[in-house]
Nanobody, 114 residues
């Protein structure tokens, strides 16, 4: 399984950005895809997860400004981020989970300027 994030970049505070995660390879058995982020010097933080059935789960306080969705035709899971704040600056990671393995991408940098 390969996981690849894209869509990061520099955005001003108050702006919006959408990051995308493409899952490819042997995707049989993948039951959910999630987004996490890690800021310098901080632990990795859970943002959201979406299952094959479309069920969504959000981390604490994430649902207010973040929205996860999936496009099965392209094996893509998107994370829409609105009203971004400087404290949202981090590397954003995607992972794909099956019963036996969790596959991570390399991350995409999101920087929010004041």
């Amino acid at each position: 399984v390969q996981v690849a994030e894209s869509g990061g970049g520099l955005v001003q505070a108050g702006g919006s950005l959408r990051v995308s995660c493409v899952v490819s390879g042997n995707t049989n058995g993948i039951h959910s895809v999630g987004w996490y982020r890690q800021a310098p010097g901080k632990p990795r933080q859970f943002i959201a997860r979406i299952t094959n059935f479309g069920n969504k789960q959000y981390g604490e306080s994430m649902k207010e400004r973040f929205s996860i969705s999936r496009d099965d035709a392209s094996n893509t899971v998107n994370l829409q981020m609105n009203n971004l704040k400087p404290e949202d600056t981090a590397v954003y990671y995607c992972n794909a989970e099956s019963r036996i393995k969790t596959s991570w991408g390399r991350g995409t940098q999101v920087t929010v300027s004041t």
